[in-house]
């Protein structure tokens, strides 16, 4: 009996999906891509968004916190390109299989800042969460360039 009990917490941990989500820093003038390897016919959503690490989350940021954003793939296929936003989202069906990237730029501002970045990327089976999202019209479309 407590072999079963085991099995079942095993099953349950491994049906657990990762997540992709981080939060980064990014000096202004500066750019930091992340990369995910996704297989042909993959289905992808990414959410951004820059935020005051140390404030109210919903408080208001001055217009410099703005950032650019490029996503690609290892064919050079661009998904999104989009300049001087505090907050995004794509999705995506990979063509094919390889490297995707995600490129966030801090335009150049003086003094120096650092733009805090909140980003979940997910891919294949934890991409069924967010289908509604995209189903139900809640993605911007015209963020993306095809």
């Known amino acids: 009996m407590m072999m079963i009990?085991?099995?079942?917490?095993?099953?349950?941990?491994?049906?657990?999906?990762s997540s992709q989500s981080l939060r980064f820093d990014i000096q202004s003038g500066k750019t930091k891509c992340i990369s995910e390897d996704m297989?042909?016919?993959?289905?992808t959503v990414g959410k951004y968004q820059v935020i005051n690490p140390n404030q109210d989350r919903h408080q208001l940021l001055p217009d410099s916190h703005?950032?650019?954003v490029k996503v690609t793939s290892s064919h050079g296929h661009i998904f999104q390109w989009v300049e001087k936003v505090e907050k995004g989202q794509f999705v995506f069906t990979a063509m094919e299989q390889g490297n995707y990237m995600a490129c966030f730029s801090?335009?150049?501002h003086w003094p120096l800042i650092t733009l805090t970045i909140d980003f979940d990327w997910k891919t294949g089976v934890q991409f069924k969460d967010w289908f509604n999202v995209a189903k139900k019209g809640h993605v911007d479309v015209s963020l993306f360039i095809y």
């Open 5 to 17: 009990g085991w099995m079942v917490l095993l099953v349950g941990v491994l049906l657990v999906p």
């Open 39 to 43: 297989k042909s016919n993959s289905m």
């Open 66 to 68: 703005q950032l650019n």
């Open 106 to 108: 801090a335009p150049e």
